[in-house]
């Protein structure tokens, strides 16, 4: 299994995303990207921390590339928009790839500049590709919040 950390809003919709794709064996949602040790959703949420709301996510490699991961992450979110995503505004809400290997860190480049030269987006792309730093698991009611809650919208943060 390998791991791949993505962040594009509101982490309970990306989580949810991932789950649906085949070869995705886990996901987690929590926090990277920041300063606080050990932070809280309250911390995070007040955008001091530096962190993200990101998944992480388990996958085999022999059942799904880290490129169609790549692929369905840019789908999910619009890129474009720095620290927001829908009505979440917020640098917790960036786009942000954070890479775990030199392999990943060249495919998540070469796939933001594919991309950006394709002509879907006007905007510039402002997705950040960053390494993995120490991922926070967030508190246990975010896991897979939509199953346990049945909602379907991130408009309640």
């Not at 962190?51 to 890129?79: G, I, N, R, S």
């Not at 991309?115 to 246990?140: H, K």
Request: one cysteine or more; proline letters at 4%.
């Amino acid at each position: 299994m390998e791991k791949a950390t993505f962040g594009a809003g509101c982490f309970w919709h990306v989580e949810a995303a991932f789950l649906e794709i085949g070869g995705v064996t886990s996901t987690a949602v929590g926090y990277s990207g920041g300063h606080l040790k050990d932070p809280t959703y309250r911390d995070v949420c007040t955008g001091q921390t530096g962190h993200a709301e990101v998944v992480q996510v388990e996958y085999d490699p022999t059942k799904v590339t880290y490129e169609e991961l790549l692929e369905a992450f840019w789908k999910l979110h619009d890129p474009t928009t720095m620290n927001r995503q829908g009505p979440d505004v917020g640098t917790q809400y960036r786009s942000a790839i954070f890479y775990h290997t030199p392999s990943q860190e060249a495919a998540a480049k070469s796939s933001k500049e594919k991309l950006q030269q394709s002509g879907r987006f006007v905007r510039p792309i402002v997705t950040e590709i960053t390494p993995a730093s120490v991922f926070y698991r967030a508190e246990e009611y975010h896991q897979r919040y939509f199953e346990k809650t049945g909602h379907r919208s991130c408009g309640l943060t």
